[in-house]
């Protein structure tokens, strides 16, 4: 157990190094500001959110804010580059954010009774972007979103068509 969080530990700290990725700049900054390790910073700053998504006020903002300005930013650069694959990564992200937005809406009553939906949520969005194999937004659309749509693309398609051909859609 020991050596798996050492690994963990340094795989995080090799990634918050990482001259490529947005944040480095800003931890390199906040490093040679304070002097404390970007990697005690960054688990600090997670720690200080995850309380404001529990005891904060504005947590829906803050996880929304989460859930959004990342997954945008990454998102218009994956436009922006040649690769295909990025682009259906995020695409695959923004499916499943929108599925899960509508069910969310439709469970608004049952939100306020849980109080750490906010850092669940926050917990949700965070691994459906995670780089990894068992990134969220591609288990959940292979899984449901993929299957279901699949069974019901045939029906779907011809209301689009009845709605376009009465006008409804221009």
Known sequence: MAGRVAEIKEELS????????PWTS????AEAKTGVDRL??????IAFVGLWLVFGCAAQLVCNTVGLVYPAYV???AIESKQKDDDTKWLTYWVVFAVFSVIEYFADIIVGW???YWLIKCIFLIWLMIPTELNGS????????RPYFLKH?????DILIKAKDSGIFL
């Not at 090799?14 to 990725?21: M, N, V």
């Not at 800003?26 to 900054?29: D, H």
């Not at 005690?40 to 700053?45: A, K």
């Open 26 to 29: 800003v931890l390199a900054t």
């Open 114 to 116: 849980f109080p750490l």
């Open 40 to 45: 005690y910073l960054f688990i600090g700053s």
């Open 14 to 21: 090799k990634s918050l190094r990482d001259g490529s990725k």
């Open 153 to 157: 693309r045939a029906s779907v398609d």
């Open 138 to 145: 591609l288990v959940l659309y292979r899984r449901i979103v």
């Open 75 to 77: 998102s218009i650069n």
